[in-house]
DNA sequence: TGTACATCAGTGAACGCGCGTTCACTGATGTAC
DNA sequence: TGTACATCAGTGAACGCGCGTTCACTGATGTAC
C-alpha cells in the first residue's frame, strides 16, 4: 500500500508531522499518555517507529504539541457556536455537545480535559501551559454567552460551567452503570442550561 | 531500622497488607496509576518489592483496592460532616474542604476522583464499580444536605455539584497560572454555595 | 506443657518483556555548478 | 536545462533500562503430637 522507504519532499514531510501530532492527540485521548507506546502512535499514523525522531526531540515534546492539538476541537466548537448565534442558543448548543453521548463515547476525538484531566495535571509547565492557554479561551467564550444572555456574574457562572462539565464528562465515563452516567449527563447538563426565557426575576441572581 | 527477613504473626501480616493498599492509594493518586511503579509502593510502605505477592495476585489487584482505599477520604468527610450538621452547613463545609488550597495541594491525601479520574475511566470493571459506589454514596449524602437546605430539584443539583467539584479541582491543578487557578476554586465555591438565608423566591428555582 | 516440623511473611536477586531512543541504511529530493 | 552529489524522510533492527512477576532462601510462627 504505502511505498517503502523513498524520501518525501519538505511539504509532505511537514503535513507527516502534522498527521503525527493528530494521531497523538487522539490516541492520547482514547488510551490515556503514559499507556501509549510511540510505536502505537506511529503505527496509527501509518509509519514504523524509526522515523519518529526525524521529527521530534522526544515523546514529551510530542506530548506537548498532540495536548496543544487535543484541546483545539472543543475550543473551535465553542467559538463556531458563538460566532453563529451568540448567548442563550450558544450556550445550550455548546452545553448540549459537550455532554452529548457521543463525546462520552469518543474521547479521542473530544476535549482533552475530561480525557487527560488527572494525567494533564502531572504533565511539564509547558503541556500545562497550552492547557491553561485552551481553558481560558474556553472560559472566556462560556462567560460572554451567559453575559449576553442576561446572566449576572457572568464569569464565574462560565467558571463553575466548564468545572461541571469537565467534571461531569470524566465522571459519566468512570461509573460502571449506564444509568447512573446518562443521568450524571443530563442533570449537569439541564442545570447548567436555566430557561433563560423566564426573565432574570431577582438582581442578585439565585444560584441554586 | 526495619528487621530483616523474620516470618511476622498473621495479625502483622494483615497490618502490612492495609499499609501496602493506603501506600498505594497515596502513591497512585500523588504520581498516577500507571506511572507509580509496585517497587515505588513497597518502598513507600517500608518494604522490599519480593514481598508484594505475598499478600496480592497482580497489580491490577492492588489498583482495584487502593482505588477503593482512595475514594475513602472524601465519602467520610461528607458522611462526617453531614452527621454533625445537616443541610446548608454540612454543604459549605463539604464545599469549602474539597475546592481548598489544601486538597488542591494534597492529590495524595485527596479525593481519588479529581486526581484519577481520567485514568479511572479506563480501569477494568471492577475497578469502576467500586467508584461507582462511592460516588453514588458522594451523590446521596450532598443531595440529602441540598433537600435539607429547602433545593428543589436537589438531586439535579448535587449532580451538578459533585461534577463541578471534581472539574474545578482537576483543573486547577492542570492550569499552571496560580491566580486562574484560584479563581476556578474560588469561583465554582462561590457558585454552589449560594446565600440560601434569602428566600428562595420564585418556585421553579432559577439555576443561573 | 514441650518438641518437631511445616508454613509462610518478607528479602534480595533474577527474568523477560515493553518502550523510549539510537543507528545503519535506502533512495528520492533538492541544490550547486 | 542537465548533471553530480549531499541531504534527509522513512525503514527496520537493535540497545538498554524499567517494571511486573518469579524464585530460592531465611527464620519466626503456628500446629500436630
Redesign the interface.
Known sequence: MRERSLRKSKAEAAETRRRIVETAAAEFKR??I??TALADVMTAAGLTQGGFYRHFDSKDQLVREAVAEGMRPVVEFARDAAADRKGEPALKKIIRSYLSRDHRRN?ASGCA??????????ED?EA??V??KA??ELVDIVAEQ?AVAG?A?S???A??A???????M??S?????PK?AS??LR??A???M??FE?P???E?????
Open positions: 488510551n490515556g503514559h499507556a474521547p480535559l475530561s480525557a487527560l484531566g488527572s494525567e494533564l495535571a502531572r509547565a500545562r501551559r492547557t491553561t481553558v481560558r451567559y446572566e456574574g464569569r464565574e457562572q467558571i463553575l466548564v468545572s461541571a462539565l469537565v467534571g461531569a470524566t465522571l465515563r468512570v461509573v460502571a452503570e447512573l443521568e450524571i442533570s449537569t439541564e442545570r447548567l436555566p430557561p423566564t432574570p426575576a431577582s442578585p441572581a439565585a444560584i441554586a
